[in-house]
Structure formats: C-alpha cells, structure tokens
C-alpha cells in the first residue's frame, strides 16, 4: 500500500512519519525510504509503459532540457533533487519516465536523496511516539543538514548545468 501511496503522489513524508512512530526511528527512515524509492519506480514503469506519447510531443522542448540537464551523471542530479525540502516527487518521477532517465540511475540516486528527508520526519515520528523533545531536535537537524546540502550542490554544479543546457538551447 506505500509503494502505491507514493506513486500516485502520496506525501513521502507522511510514510516516514507513520514508519517512524512504529518501527522507530532509524529502521523507520530505512524502511520508508525503501517503500519510496520503489514508488518512484512504478511510477516510472507505469508512465513509460502507458504509451504516453502524446505527453511527450506535447512537452518534447521541456523533456529535452530535463533529458540534457539530468541525463549525464543521472544519478547525482536525482539525488541532488530528492536532496530538496521542496517539490514534487510524483513531477519528478513523471519527468525521469517521459524523458527516457535510467530507471537504476534514477533509483541510484533516489535513495541516499530520500533518506536524509525520511530520517528527519521517521525521527519526529518516533519522537511523538516517545514525548522525546531530543528526537525531535535530531529531526531539525537532520532538516537544516540536508537542506545545507542541497543548497551546496544546487550552487555548484547543477546551476551551471542547468544554464549551460538553456544557453546551447537558445544558441541552437
């Protein structure tokens, strides 16, 4: 049922939390990053297999810049995306599918992206579980960590990717 909760969309955050206040806070973290990372990739198998060319001659100037920035080095990008506190997973997913990402590249780099995010919100749940104000804390920590960097990686690679693709896109 989580793996399909988060293939349709389902907050990831919302799975750790739930994992956190049952199995703890550690094995919860792993466990709903798992459940994710799977998601992520029955989302994928779904779009790519639902014929959905339509969507892609409709987007196709979209999917390119998204197939140019995240296709070499796949894995690092997706981290580095899944790394933010912000987005859209399902976007992602659908984006990764209908621009022809590796599927292992994308999960390769899924799952060390989810984990910071499913730590911090496996850990709160856990702290609710347990009135311990300390787990809670973790949580923020592990928050501001992973935010730091992203913003880190975002500002020294993947900006410059980004607008490297987007000034060759206009050149050509």
């Known amino acids: 049922?989580?793996?399909?909760?988060?293939?349709?969309?389902?907050?990831?955050?919302?799975?750790?939390?739930?994992?956190?206040y049952l199995l703890g806070g550690w094995w919860g973290g792993i466990v709903s990053t798992l459940l994710?990372?799977?998601g992520a990739l029955l989302t994928m198998s779904?779009?790519?297999?639902?014929g959905m060319d339509w969507l892609r001659q409709r987007h196709g100037a979209r999917l390119e810049v998204v197939r140019r920035v995240l296709g070499g080095?796949?894995?690092?990008?997706?981290?580095?995306?899944?790394?933010m506190p912000v987005g859209s997973n399902l976007v992602t997913n659908i984006a990764a599918a209908l621009a022809g990402l590796s599927r292992r590249s994308v999960l390769l780099g899924s799952?060390?992206?989810y984990l910071p995010q499913s730590l911090l919100f496996s850990y709160?749940?856990?702290?609710?579980?347990?009135?311990d104000g300390s787990k809670?804390?973790?949580?923020?920590?592990?928050?501001?960590g992973s935010t730091v960097l992203a913003l880190y990686l975002y500002h020294h690679g993947f900006k410059q990717r980004l607008a490297q693709?987007?000034?060759?896109?206009q050149s050509a």
Not at 73 to 83: A, E, S
Request: with cysteine; glycine share 14%; aromatic share 8%.
């Open 1 to 20: 049922g989580a793996v399909v909760f988060t293939a349709l969309g389902g907050p990831r955050q919302v799975l750790a939390f739930s994992c956190g």
């Open 36 to 38: 994710t990372g799977l």
């Open 46 to 50: 779904v779009i790519k297999h639902a």
């Open 73 to 83: 080095d796949t894995w690092k990008w997706i981290c580095l995306v899944r790394l």
């Open 111 to 113: 799952l060390p992206g």
């Open 124 to 131: 709160a749940g856990r702290g609710v579980a347990l009135q």
């Open 136 to 144: 809670i804390w973790m949580s923020l920590g592990l928050l501001v």
């Open 165 to 169: 693709v987007l000034q060759e896109r």
